[in-house]
Each structure stands twice: as structure tokens, then as C-alpha cells.
């Protein structure tokens, strides 16, 4: 059974452009999950940045994180943040003056990487700026980039990360800065699920429960990648811990938030775009299932409402599994049945049953899920 989620802080990421109708995104309590993702664009081509951005919100993200490593990425910063459908987070690691450079710019929050950055005096500096304009910060701390000395003291592990984070919050705190959320990734899925698990508590127990930044860094190319994210992440979902999250892959970034909705909507945490069941076919099939999958999976993609379909491939399981469907569709010898909730809606040649399902669907959207309409290109 899911855990209770703990109970975290609230922590508010707004771009600060001046004008109240720039995109709002709440991390922590009782909010959702939150989907971010970070480009792999030039910052300082702000369209190019911009056009990614826009690519990654309709993909279901809701924070985008981009590099801000040098001035020429700083003067793309506030037209992005000015033009953004999503708060923009900074990503910070060396020089403290693209800090105050992406403060200045408007971003909704900075991340912080403390093996990089951890200079008091200039820490000290960006959070004043960073409360002056209430801009959260996130301690990110990676595996290959710990604090010195407690590296050379712990090691590459859980306990090092962990001790760095909170070094840096105990710094943070110190100059006044509440408005923290904090990440702790390594590349393999036992030390990154036993980071969280220790900082949780570890948090818990000093009673400073800030927002946790779910990820495994440079988990790997797609398919790996994807395997190692879900595993870990859910793991951690599943036992209640995580505020947010990224999944990192070696790959197109706009192949990430629909890993990131997947894990969500596998663990019952969020609904967006459709729930595909499908069966692996067998020696019963008398359709291409496989075909018939990536059709309704190709259809999904231009809707958002959380529909569930099961696909499958013969009238042994067709029936029973659309029963806890929205739409099921079971595939025969040059034709296919179409169900909703179990009952038989119609059986159709293998030519019309696209089009008949998609009309299905249609009709589910406009019934159960009205805030969609606007999606549908027509029920006739």
C-alpha cells in the first residue's frame, strides 16, 4: 500500500517578471508531484531556448531548469523568463555571479550545487539577493561533485551527500534563507534511494522538513535510463518521500516528462494523457498487436485526458480487461470489438476500427471528462 507522503514545506516558484499572471507552481504539503525537466539548448539563444521550453510544458512539464554558466547565458535569462510558460529555475555551479546575474533576471528559483559553490561570503551574498526578490534556493547535490573534505572524510556515498547538503542548508539558514529544497542524486539506484531515505530523516529529526528533488543523475541512454528512474523514483514515491522530480536521460529532454507522468500515474500519484494496457500477445493473437498499441498510443498523444484503453489481441482477456477500462478495443481475424466498461460497443473490420475507437474516445472525453472538450475534434 502507498505510504502517506510526508508532510514537507511549502516552497512557491514564480517567475519574477511583474506581473501577476506569470506561471505559479507549488512544491511541497499537499501539492502535487511536480514534473521538471532542464534544456539542453545554448541559454544565450534565447529562441532556440525558448522554442525548447515551450516543447517541454506541452510534453507535461511544469518547471524547466537551464544552465546559466557564463554572461553570455545570463543576458538570455530575463527575455526567457519574460516569455516562459513555466517558472525557470538557474542552474548555478562556479561563478556566484550568474547567481546574482539569474536573480536579477527574474528566475523562479536557483539551484546550487554545494561540491562547486560553497563559499560562505558568497553565499551569503546570493541569499540576500535571493530574499530580497523571495527567490527559493535548491541545494543539488550530485554524487561526482561532493564538498571536499567531507568527500575525502565519507567517500563516494550516501552519508557524503547527504553531509554536504546539510552543511550547505545549515549555511543557508544561517543568512537567513528558509525558502530551501534540497536533492541528492547519484547514478545508481541503492545510493540514491539510501540518500533520501537518511536526509528524510535526518530532516525530520532537526525539524526542517524542505520540498525533495527526486532524480538519478546521468541514469543513461532511453531505455536504461528510464528502467533506473522508475525504479528509483518509485521507490521513493512509493514510501511517501519526494516533492518533485526530474528524470535525467541521455536523450531528446522532451523524452523526459513522459517517463516522469508515467511513474506518476503507474503509483495512482497523478492523471495526465492516456493509461494504455496492453496485452504481450501470444499464439492467440490474430492481429498485430504491437501495431495496434502504437496506433492507440499514437492517437493518445494528441489528448491530455487521463483515459484509460486496453488494447488487446483476442476475445480470451479483451472483455474482462475492458471492464476496467474507460474503452477497450480486442483485435480478431480482419476485424475488432470496441468496449466501454465491458460492454460491447460495436465490432468493426480492422480498416474502421481506428477511426471507430478514436470516436470512442471522443465520446468518453466529452462524458467523464468535460474539462477536455476543448481537445475533441469532433464526434460525428
Known amino acids: 500500500m502507498l505510504r502517506l507522503r510526508r508532510a514537507a514545506r511549502v516552497v512557491a516558484l514564480q517567475n519574477k517578471t511583474g506581473r501577476d499572471t506569470s506561471p505559479r507552481v507549488f512544491i511541497g504539503g499537499t501539492h502535487p508531484i511536480a514534473v521538471q525537466s532542464m534544456t539542453t539548448t545554448d541559454t544565450a539563444d534565447v529562441e532556440k531556448t525558448l522554442e525548447q521550453i515551450y516543447g517541454l510544458a506541452m510534453a507535461g512539464c511544469e518547471i524547466v531548469r537551464v544552465t546559466c554558466q557564463d554572461a553570455r547565458d545570463a543576458e538570455g535569462l530575463p527575455a526567457i523568463v519574460a516569455r516562459s510558460p513555466v517558472p525557470i529555475v538557474a542552474d548555478i555551479h562556479y561563478d556566484y555571479r550568474m547567481a546574482l546575474a539569474a536573480i536579477d533576471a527574474g528566475v523562479a528559483k536557483l539551484r546550487l550545487n554545494p561540491g562547486n559553490l560553497n563559499d560562505p561570503q558568497k553565499t551569503r551574498e546570493i541569499v540576500t539577493r535571493a530574499r530580497e526578490r523571495e527567490i527559493p534556493i535548491r541545494v543539488g547535490v550530485n554524487m561526482g561533485s561532493l564538498v571536499a573534505d567531507i568527500e575525502a572524510k565519507l567517500g563516494h556515498t550516501a552519508e557524503a551527500m547527504v553531509a554536504s547538503a546539510i552543511r550547505h542548508v545549515e549555511m543557508l539558514e544561517e543568512y537567513g534563507q528558509s525558502d530551501i529544497v534540497i536533492s541528492l542524486k547519484a547514478h545508481d539506484v541503492p545510493t540514491t534511494v539510501y540518500a533520501y531515505r537518511l536526509a528524510d530523516a535526518q530532516l525530520r529529526e532537526r525539524g526542517t522538513p524542505y520540498p ?110 475492458s471492464k476496467m477500462a474507460d474503452v477497450g478495443v480486442a483485435g480478431g481475424k480482419g476485424k475488432g470489438a470496441i468496449y466501454r466498461k465491458g460492454r460491447l460497443v460495436g465490432t468493426y473490420p480492422e480498416a474502421e476500427l481506428l477511426p471507430a475507437l478514436r470516436r470512442e474516445i471522443e465520446r468518453v472525453i466529452d462524458e467523464e471528462y468535460p474539462e477536455y472538450r476543448h481537445e475533441l475534434r469532433g464526434l460525428a
Open 212 to 321: 525533495l528533488h527526486l532524480g538519478i543523475t546521468e541514469a543513461g541512454l532511453l531505455r536504461d535510463g528510464t528502467i533506473k528512474s522508475a525504479i528509483g523514483i518509485g521507490i521513493l514515491l512509493w514510501e511517501g518521500i519526494g516533492d518533485t522530480l526530474r528524470v535525467s536521460l541521455a536523450a531528446d529532454p522532451l523524452e523526459e516528462p513522459p517517463v516522469a507522468w508515467g511513474i506518476l500515474k503507474s503509483l495512482g500519484l497523478r492523471e495526465r494523457g492516456f493509461e494504455i494496457t496492453a496485452c504481450p500477445s501470444c499464439g492467440r493473437t490474430e492481429i498485430d498487436v504491437l501495431d495496434l498499441g502504437r496506433s492507440v498510443e499514437a492517437i493518445g498523444k494528441e489528448y491530455h485526458a487521463p483515459v484509460k484503453i486496453a488494447v488487446m489481441g483476442c476475445v480470451v482477456n479483451g472483455p474482462g480487461e
